[in-house]
Protein backbone atom coordinates (compact mmCIF):
# COMPACT_ATOMS: atom_id res chain seq x y z
CA UNK A 1 0.00 0.00 0.00
CA UNK A 2 1.62 3.29 -0.89
CA UNK A 3 2.33 6.04 1.60
CA UNK A 4 -0.56 8.69 2.45
CA UNK A 5 1.17 11.72 3.69
CA UNK A 6 -1.13 13.95 6.21
CA UNK A 7 -0.64 17.45 6.58
CA UNK A 8 1.81 17.39 9.08
CA UNK A 9 3.68 14.37 6.77
CA UNK A 10 3.74 16.97 3.98
CA UNK A 11 5.27 19.81 5.71
CA UNK A 12 7.60 17.97 7.94
CA UNK A 13 8.80 16.18 4.57
CA UNK A 14 9.23 19.36 3.54
CA UNK A 15 11.20 20.92 5.98
CA UNK A 16 13.74 17.57 5.91
CA UNK A 17 14.11 17.90 2.20
CA UNK A 18 15.19 21.61 2.34
CA UNK A 19 17.45 20.44 5.59
CA UNK A 20 17.77 17.16 7.26
CA UNK A 21 19.99 18.24 9.78
CA UNK A 22 18.08 20.28 11.88
CA UNK A 23 17.44 18.80 15.62
CA UNK A 24 14.23 16.66 16.09
CA UNK A 25 13.34 20.07 18.72
CA UNK A 26 13.30 22.55 15.71
CA UNK A 27 11.54 20.23 13.32
CA UNK A 28 9.13 19.91 16.06
CA UNK A 29 8.67 23.45 17.08
CA UNK A 30 8.02 23.81 13.03
CA UNK A 31 5.44 20.86 12.72
CA UNK A 32 3.65 21.42 16.16
CA UNK A 33 4.92 17.86 17.23
CA UNK A 34 6.85 17.10 20.17
CA UNK A 35 10.74 15.46 19.33
CA UNK A 36 9.89 11.68 19.98
CA UNK A 37 6.47 12.34 17.79
CA UNK A 38 9.04 13.53 14.93
CA UNK A 39 11.48 10.64 16.04
CA UNK A 40 8.67 8.29 15.48
CA UNK A 41 7.22 9.68 11.81
CA UNK A 42 10.66 10.18 10.81
CA UNK A 43 11.43 6.23 11.20
CA UNK A 44 8.21 5.49 10.04
CA UNK A 45 9.39 6.85 6.45
CA UNK A 46 12.70 5.25 6.57
CA UNK A 47 10.38 2.19 7.35
CA UNK A 48 8.17 3.01 4.50
CA UNK A 49 11.04 3.95 1.74
CA UNK A 50 9.53 7.54 1.35
CA UNK A 51 13.55 8.63 2.58
CA UNK A 52 15.67 6.74 0.74
CA UNK A 53 18.79 8.16 2.35
CA UNK A 54 20.25 11.46 3.75
CA UNK A 55 23.33 13.05 2.67
CA UNK A 56 25.36 16.34 2.73
CA UNK A 57 25.24 18.53 -0.09
CA UNK A 58 28.20 19.95 -0.58
CA UNK A 59 28.71 23.27 -2.64
CA UNK A 60 31.26 22.58 -5.33
CA UNK A 61 32.23 26.64 -5.44
CA UNK A 62 33.29 26.06 -1.94
CA UNK A 63 35.68 23.23 -2.64
CA UNK A 64 37.63 24.89 -6.08
CA UNK A 65 36.87 25.53 -9.64
CA UNK A 66 34.36 23.05 -11.17
CA UNK A 67 32.70 22.25 -14.69
CA UNK A 68 29.52 20.58 -15.05
CA UNK A 69 28.25 19.10 -18.32
CA UNK A 70 25.17 17.82 -19.39
CA UNK A 71 26.06 14.81 -22.08
CA UNK A 72 23.13 13.04 -24.24
CA UNK A 73 24.24 9.25 -25.15
CA UNK A 74 22.83 7.34 -28.01
CA UNK A 75 23.51 3.47 -27.70
CA UNK A 76 24.26 1.24 -30.86
CA UNK A 77 22.84 -1.71 -29.77
CA UNK A 78 19.88 -1.72 -27.69
CA UNK A 79 20.29 -5.40 -26.12
CA UNK A 80 19.53 -5.64 -22.41
CA UNK A 81 23.70 -6.76 -21.37
CA UNK A 82 24.93 -3.68 -23.77
CA UNK A 83 22.30 -1.22 -21.42
CA UNK A 84 23.32 -2.78 -18.04
CA UNK A 85 27.07 -2.72 -18.84
CA UNK A 86 26.61 0.94 -19.80
CA UNK A 87 24.81 1.97 -16.37
CA UNK A 88 27.58 -0.47 -14.34
CA UNK A 89 30.01 1.83 -15.67
CA UNK A 90 27.81 5.18 -14.85
CA UNK A 91 27.61 3.90 -11.34
CA UNK A 92 31.17 3.26 -10.43
CA UNK A 93 32.30 6.54 -12.12
CA UNK A 94 32.43 8.77 -9.17
CA UNK A 95 32.32 11.74 -11.43
CA UNK A 96 29.13 10.81 -12.68
CA UNK A 97 26.39 12.90 -10.49
CA UNK A 98 23.79 12.00 -12.38
CA UNK A 99 22.34 9.40 -15.06
CA UNK A 100 19.35 8.90 -16.41
CA UNK A 101 17.65 6.54 -19.13
CA UNK A 102 16.04 8.04 -21.82
CA UNK A 103 12.81 7.69 -23.93
CA UNK A 104 13.28 9.49 -27.36
CA UNK A 105 16.28 9.56 -29.52
CA UNK A 106 18.57 9.96 -26.80
CA UNK A 107 19.29 6.91 -24.78
CA UNK A 108 20.64 8.34 -22.03
CA UNK A 109 21.30 11.82 -20.17
CA UNK A 110 24.49 12.08 -17.87
CA UNK A 111 25.92 14.91 -15.75
CA UNK A 112 29.03 15.16 -14.89
CA UNK A 113 31.51 16.88 -12.16
CA UNK A 114 35.17 17.78 -13.22
CA UNK A 115 38.03 20.21 -11.96
CA UNK A 116 38.13 21.87 -15.78
CA UNK A 117 36.89 21.70 -19.23
CA UNK A 118 39.90 19.70 -20.16
CA UNK A 119 39.20 17.07 -17.48
CA UNK A 120 35.42 16.99 -18.81
CA UNK A 121 36.54 16.29 -22.25
CA UNK A 122 39.11 13.24 -20.96
CA UNK A 123 36.35 11.82 -19.03
CA UNK A 124 33.84 12.20 -21.66
CA UNK A 125 36.53 10.16 -24.26
CA UNK A 126 36.76 7.59 -21.82
CA UNK A 127 33.88 6.92 -21.03
CA UNK A 128 31.73 7.55 -24.12
CA UNK A 129 34.29 7.59 -27.50
CA UNK A 130 36.13 4.81 -25.79
CA UNK A 131 33.21 2.76 -25.73
CA UNK A 132 32.41 0.67 -28.99
CA UNK A 133 28.83 0.65 -27.67
CA UNK A 134 27.89 4.57 -27.60
CA UNK A 135 26.79 5.51 -31.12
CA UNK A 136 26.85 9.50 -30.32
CA UNK A 137 27.41 11.87 -27.64
CA UNK A 138 27.08 15.19 -27.24
CA UNK A 139 28.99 16.87 -24.17
CA UNK A 140 27.20 20.31 -23.42
CA UNK A 141 29.16 22.07 -20.73
CA UNK A 142 27.38 24.08 -18.16
CA UNK A 143 27.72 27.74 -18.24
CA UNK A 144 25.32 28.65 -14.73
CA UNK A 145 23.92 26.20 -12.67
CA UNK A 146 20.43 27.94 -12.78
CA UNK A 147 18.45 25.67 -10.09
CA UNK A 148 19.93 22.68 -8.45
CA UNK A 149 18.16 20.45 -6.37
CA UNK A 150 16.63 16.84 -5.51
CA UNK A 151 13.52 17.51 -3.62
CA UNK A 152 10.16 16.04 -4.79
CA UNK A 153 7.00 18.23 -4.66
CA UNK A 154 4.34 16.81 -2.05
CA UNK A 155 0.92 16.56 -3.31
CA UNK A 156 -1.58 18.25 -1.37
CA UNK A 157 -4.91 16.75 0.11
Same mark, same amino acid.
Given at each position: ????????????????????????????????????????????????????????????????????????????HESAEHHAAFRT??????????? @? /?????? $?? &????? *??? +?? =?????????????????? @? /?????? $?? &????? *??? +?? =??
Amino acid at each position: MPFVPDAVDRRLLRLLQEDAGRTLRELGELVGLSPSAVQRRIRGYRAAGVVAREVAVLDPAALGPTTLAVVLVTLDHESAEHHAAFRTRMRHEPRVQQC @Y /DLAGQW $DY &VVVLV *TDS +LA =ECRALSDRLFLGDGNVRR @Y /DTLPVL $DP &VKTGL *TVP +LP =EP
